[in-house]
């Protein structure tokens, strides 16, 4: 099992000041424990799950960058990028920006988006969930087609919501990022992972082997290999000292049994720098083969 980092909560010590040597140094940390990836979430006011507005974001492809430049071998991602916030071709761009200057190591993670709020506060359009998930498919389908070869498709693309007249996309590094889309619906989200996805993203609890059962069966639906895409949670740790370690390497071994192959972490609790440290010292290595 890999597992991953995922950045969200920024309500750190010495406030913005100190917020790029943080970052750097929580992403130091993570590249040198052997964490598989740092994803950060894609907001640009915070969550109400996470204090509200009044707390602080920073927006998501810019921290990316700058965890890029502090980090030799961990994978980055947006975790997940809403689809309402960027017009497709800029948001191919902008990835492949990422891929380039990090040496291969950007993949997309991608959702429908859900934080009205946000984006009322700052005018960014919001559209009906139902149009929201239109523009996620013909947004994949257009990243798709603009990671085709060393300059993507140029194929004009006509679809309900975008048109592009030449997907040109110069420069980018040799095949293409992954791509993983966020969220458990079954009827439309996990339909468009067997359709799309090299992976999924899903909360670890009681539905879980179900999910991933309606999974398979988009898989069969599309003609796709269900082995094919990789299974991976997201879920909070907090790790204090060695007997949470080994509880959450409990848990890990058990979401590793029903099939998870990657479990990104939200680090949760006071001094998230040692916890990367606890789990890099006492984690990963004990569920590298669950």
Known sequence: MKIGLAVADFAWEGGAPRMAETLAALSRSADDAGFDVIGVADHVWQGPHMGGPEEPMLECFTTLA????????????PLVAGVHFRPPGLLAKTLTTLDVL?????????????YEEEARGLGIDFPSLTERFERLEETVR??????EGER??????????????????????????KIMIGGGGEKKTLRLVARYADACNLYPGPELPG???????HCETEGRDYDAIEKTCIMPFAV????????????LRELGGLGVQRVIGIPVGADR??????????????????
């Open 66 to 77: 700058t965890v890029a430049a502090h980090t030799r071998s961990i994978r980055v991602m």
């Open 102 to 114: 990090s040496g291969g190591r950007a993949d997309l993670g991608i959702g429908a988006g859900w």
């Open 142 to 147: 257009i990243c798709l087609s603009m990671w």
């Open 152 to 177: 993507g498709d140029e194929k004009p693309f006509e679809g309900e919501h975008y048109r592009l007249e030449r997907p040109l996309n110069v420069p980018q590094n040799p095949g293409r990022p």
């Open 211 to 217: 999910k991933l059962e309606v999974l398979r069966g």
């Open 240 to 251: 204090s000292d060695g007997a949470s370690a080994d509880e959450l390497v409990g848990t």
């Open 273 to 290: 720098l040692r916890q990367v440290d606890l789990i890099g010292e006492r984690v990963l290595a004990a569920v590298a083969d669950a």
